[in-house]
């Protein structure tokens, strides 16, 4: 059987060095192929400056606890549960994404799926009903990351017989003896995460890692609308980058502003109009027609319209 | 006397450090697995109480292992095994069942003999464990 020949390979790799023994951490890093994902990271996210240092943090943590082992050095595996705080379209989600791939790359979960779940898929209707769901939905994310989008909707304050307390036992449970099986993320605005720890101090301490998630800035999410819209094989004449960045500006200080995610609105309106402009102009077209926006598109949005500290959001 | 039955009959029982990979390797099979259990020993008991349902989309055998500890905790002296079901087309059965867990003492089976016309004898095999009702047993 395949799996027969597995643990002889690790248990050649993992024999005990002598104490005077040399490591090349550059080669560890090498074999590691961390780099890789990290080029990734840098390519494909925008800003996001302390949630890539920590994620820098956690590789060289791994990497090195995996070299002290080589040494025979008996530390517990860190606790990597994390809680991502931040404001809407911040790429929390993206990044949990990354970091099932991440921490697969790093040897520190065995299949480096992610399983993203939020209070429907954990919460049972009625008694009996939370726990076999809770249950089934951390086996499924096993071996892997379990992301619980917006997870203060879990507890619910204002209804004590609401079942969601039930899931959170299980969860902490879950996330204290199963360590080494599964990392469990949670994400959500600051404000309502902050409270809802409050109300759950046994959650804040076992989760080692709190990661705020800063808002963009102008020229970040300038970078970001030119990579989505790259993605999609479009791309912005002269003066559409110059009016895309007015349009940020504007954008910005009106209300509901939702950062990368209203960055990504943004773009599929203005492809609705450029389509549009090109329909009604009715005769030939070219192929660079079809992937040019043009400053039109981008200004007929009511951002323009509106002044900047006009009540509805765009 | 000691019952053996599906793949491993051979062999002495698993380790959960065994179990582990057995099951490592029908998740990669991308086969479904299954807890069942059952107190009545007799070789032609097939169909076993299940525990929970079949883990369709496991990924990783701690989740087993997970309800596994369950089910020993709940069951401690029932007979447990772990089904992995195919559900390729064509396929549609299980490709491999074996016993996790076993009660500590097994009384074995009596042999009873019926006599029939002529010298004919039948011979049937009958678990002293099953003289109890269910879940008395062992």
Redesign the interface.
């Known amino acids: ?1 395949s ?1 027969a020949d597995k643990p002889e390979e690790t248990r050649a790799d993992e024999k005990t060095l002598d104490a005077d023994a040399k490591v090349d951490l550059d080669a560890v890093f090498e074999a590691s192929r961390i780099q890789e994902v990290f080029d990734q990271l840098d390519h494909d996210l925008v800003g996001l400056k302390p949630v890539k240092t920590r994620i820098r943090e956690i590789a060289a943590l791994l990497l090195v606890d995996h070299v002290r082992r080589q040494f025979d050095l008996a530390s517990d595996s860190p606790t990597l549960h994390m809680c991502f705080t931040g404001n809407p379209g911040t790429g929390k989600t993206t990044v949990a994404e990354r970091m099932a791939d991440i921490l697969h790359k790093l040897d520190y979960i ?2 480096g ?1 992610l399983v993203s779940v939020t209070r429907d898929d954990l919460v049972g209707q009625y008694i009996g009903h939370t726990a ?1 769901k809770t ?2 939905v ?3 994310a ?3 990351v379990l992301f619980i989008d917006e997870a203060y909707y879990l507890y619910r304050p204002e209804n004590e017989r609401d079942y969601g307390q039930e899931s959170i036992e299980i969860l902490l449970q879950v996330m204290e003896n ?1 360590r080494d ?2 990392v469990v993320i949670l994400a959500g605005y600051k404000d309502r995460m902050d409270r809802f720890f409050e109300s759950n101090p046994g959650f804040r301490s076992r989760i080692a890692h709190h990661i705020d998630f800063p808002d963009y800035r102008a020229d970040e999410l300038e970078s970001i609308g030119e990579l989505m819209m790259n993605e999609e094989n479009y791309h912005f004449s002269d003066d559409a980058r110059q009016a895309f960045s007015e349009y940020i500006e504007r954008r910005m200080r009106q209300p509901h502003f939702a950062n990368a995610r209203s960055i990504r609105n943004a773009l599929d309106r203005m492809r609705l109009r450029q389509a549009k402009r090109l329909f009604e102009a009715r005769g030939s077209i070219t192929k660079s027609d079809l992937i040019t926006i043009q400053a039109d598109d981008v200004r007929a949005s009511r951002v323009f319209d509106e002044p900047v500290d006009g009540e509805a959001g765009a | 006397m000691r019952i053996t039955q599906g793949t491993f009959s051979f062999l002495p029982d698993l380790t959960d450090e065994q179990i582990k ?1 057995q099951v ?2 029908c998740l990669d099979n991308g086969w479904a697995v299954s807890l069942e259990y059952t107190d009545d020993p007799h070789p032609r008991n097939t169909y076993w109480e299940m525990y ?2 079949p ?1 369709f ?8 292992m ?2 596994l500890e369950e089910c020993r905790k709940t069951y401690p002296k029932h007979y447990i095994r772990v089904t992995a079901f195919d559900s390729t087309h064509q396929w549609e059965t299980p490709r491999l069942s074996f016993i996790v867990n076993r009660p500590p003492e097994e009384p074995g089976f009596r042999l009873k003999r019926q006599e029939q016309e002529g010298r004919k004898v039948r011979y049937t095999i009958d678990s002293y464990a099953s003289d109890q009702p269910e879940g008395q047993r062992y």
């Open positions: 059987m799996a065995r299949e799926h076999p249950k089934e951390i086996k499924r096993m071996g892997g199963n099986d599964l | 990979k490592k390797y929970g349902q883990m989309d496991l990924r990783d055998p701690a989740g087993l997970m309800d």
